[in-house]
T-cell receptor, first 110, second 116 residues
């Protein structure tokens, strides 16, 4: 059974600091997704990572994938308040579905 | 495309009533997913369809829940009878396994259900 673990589940950061969210998964998959959810809103796709070593960046967020280690990271650079949200990673299942982690609730404080 | 459309956006009902949630996926998407999200249990996959056929309904909590997809552009999730513990936000998502999106799921705005 494919399992996805994120850590930390809660993260309180100071503005301007850097931090990394980790996503580990239990079995082989070649697709890894990151989503963002603002409070009271829906999930919005951030990144789709499709191969070992893939790296994608959007503004202060950078995601990477290591399929051999079954690990993806979401790195936050010089955090700002607008990045406060819950971030989910998800791994592609065998039947077209995605297996989601529990989410990391990020709070960026001034 | 307008994205995934869900209705209603908010529903308040009394225990024992039937509730029907509706979803229109993105045109051309082969997969449709129903999720439920609560503070206590997080994001849960209830059921998903491929080409209108249910693939996995193991997440449906009990017989009070049922889902249908009569055609490629419409799906319903029905709860009968509803109970207070069904209060949650219900999301519908759709995806396309093709080269362009690689099963990336696109979520609708959700239906916030409150059962009194």
């Amino acid at each position: 059974e494919l399992k996805v673990e994120q850590n930390p589940l809660f993260l309180s950061m100071q503005e301007g600091k850097n931090y990394t969210i980790y996503c580990n998964y239990s079995t082989t998959s070649d697709r890894l997704y990151w989503y963002r959810q603002d409070p009271g809103k829906s999930l919005e796709s951030l990144f789709v990572l499709l191969s070992n070593g893939a790296v994608k960046q959007e503004g202060r967020l950078m995601a990477s994938l290591d399929t051999k280690a079954r690990l993806s990271t979401l790195h936050i650079t010089a955090a700002v308040h607008d990045l406060s949200a819950t971030y989910f990673c998800a791994v592609g299942g065998s039947q077209g579905n995605l297996i989601f982690g529990k989410g990391t609730k990020l709070s960026v404080k001034p | 495309d307008a994205g995934v459309i869900q209705s209603p956006r908010h529903e308040v009902t009394e225990m024992g009533q039937e509730v029907t949630l509706r979803c229109k996926p993105i045109s051309g998407h082969d997969y449709l997913f129903w999720y439920r999200q609560t503070m206590m249990r997080g994001l849960e996959l209830l059921i998903y369809f491929n080409n209108n056929v249910p693939i996995d309904d193991s997440g449906m909590p009990e017989d009070r829940f049922s889902a249908k997809m009569p055609n490629a552009s419409f799906s319903t999730l029905k709860i009968q009878p509803s109970e207070p513990r069904d209060s949650a936000v219900y999301f519908c998502a759709s995806s396309d396994p093709g080269q362009g999106t690689y099963n990336e799921q696109f979520f609708g705005p959700g239906t916030r259900l409150t059962v009194l």
